[in-house]
């Protein structure tokens, strides 16, 4: 899904509503709520956007639509990742406008639910991905997944999805994501010791720093305080600190590792990550 950064705001949806021969026909089970008849008129796509922002592989994807659809589908989902972070609200509207054309999609069905997350949706969000992974075989969303059943209020189903095979099979920053919202969970149920086992994953290497690491560093110094382990998770306070410097200085742009020895003389306040779930999107890929 294409991204980028707009000033715009939510207003009034101003589009024409779709003739009843563009409307797909519904299932008995479909609850996609792109389908409800209560469902808001399409939202306006920005004048400079044409669909031809989208990457190759979502163009291609998008090729099984006839030219109507994918003209329309392509504008709505680049409007999703243009105001995913500005307005997270319209680029869910703008994702199940894609949806109602393009339903079949993976990348439709990625968009509705990373915009539903983003958007506190999580509902919408755990059904879209599911079926995402379902179409797809990707598992990359599987942290977003967990951390919807959080926000949800079922932490038990956060814990299920980081023990099942799926998520076995991951590595690199996922499993690093997955692990942080595991031990959130395990947290919410109150079983902290549960939730320094989530944390101690290969990518909890101390000597050095991934673009993951500050939070995986504090959410296990987090989860070591709550079992009394103060000196150990001092220390991890203190190199979260250490890979955040090593990770912003000026001669690294955006490095994805980094390794380092040296620590700060005196330990910084850091974030509290393990008490909500996080709502960026953290799935940045293997490092």
């Known amino acids: 899904m294409n991204s980028r950064d707009d000033d715009r705001r939510r207003g009034p949806y101003r589009g024409r509503p779709e003739r009843p021969d ?3 026909s519904r299932r008995p089970h479909d609850m996609r709520r792109s389908n409800r008849e209560d469902r808001a008129r399409s939202p306006e796509i920005d004048e400079d956007v044409t669909g031809r922002e989208l990457d190759r592989e979502a163009s291609r994807q998008l090729g099984t ?3 109507n659809n994918r003209k329309l589908v392509a504008k709505h989902l680049v409007m999703a990742g243009r105001l995913i972070d500005v307005d997270p609200a319209l680029a869910q509207e703008h994702a199940l406008a ?3 054309r393009g339903g079949r999609l993976a990348l439709v069905r990625e968009a509705v ?3 539903s997350y983003a958007a506190g949706d999580y509902a919408e969000a755990v059904r879209e991905l599911r079926t995402y992974r379902r179409i797809s075989g990707d598992q990359a969303h599987l942290p977003v997944q967990a951390d919807c059943e959080r926000g949800l209020g079922r932490p038990e189903k956060a814990v299920e999805l980081g023990e099942s ?3 076995r099979q991951l590595k690199g920053a996922i499993r690093a994501e997955l692990a942080i919202v595991v031990a959130g969970a395990h947290a919410d ?4 010791a549960s939730a320094v086992s989530a944390l101690e994953v290969p990518e909890l290497q101390k000597d050095r720093a991934f673009s993951f690491s500050p939070r995986l560093f504090s959410a296990y110094a987090e989860a070591l305080e709550h079992v009394g382990r103060q000196d150990e998770a001092q220390q991890w306070r203190r190199q979260s600190f250490v890979a955040e410097q090593a990770l912003g200085t000026g001669a690294f ?5 980094m390794d380092f020895d040296d620590e700060p003389a005196a330990l910084p306040k850091v974030k509290d990550v393990m008490g909500t779930p996080d ?3 953290r799935a940045e890929g293997e490092a």
Do not use: V
Not at 189 to 192: A, E, P, T, W
Not at 253 to 257: A, G
């Open 22 to 24: 563009q409307r797909p």
């Open 65 to 67: 639509l006839n030219d």
């Open 98 to 100: 894609a949806s109602r």
């Open 113 to 115: 639910g990373l915009t």
């Open 165 to 167: 095979e799926e998520a």
């Open 189 to 192: 149920l109150g079983d902290h």
């Open 253 to 257: 742009e955006s490095p994805e590792i």
């Open 279 to 281: 709502k960026e999107q």
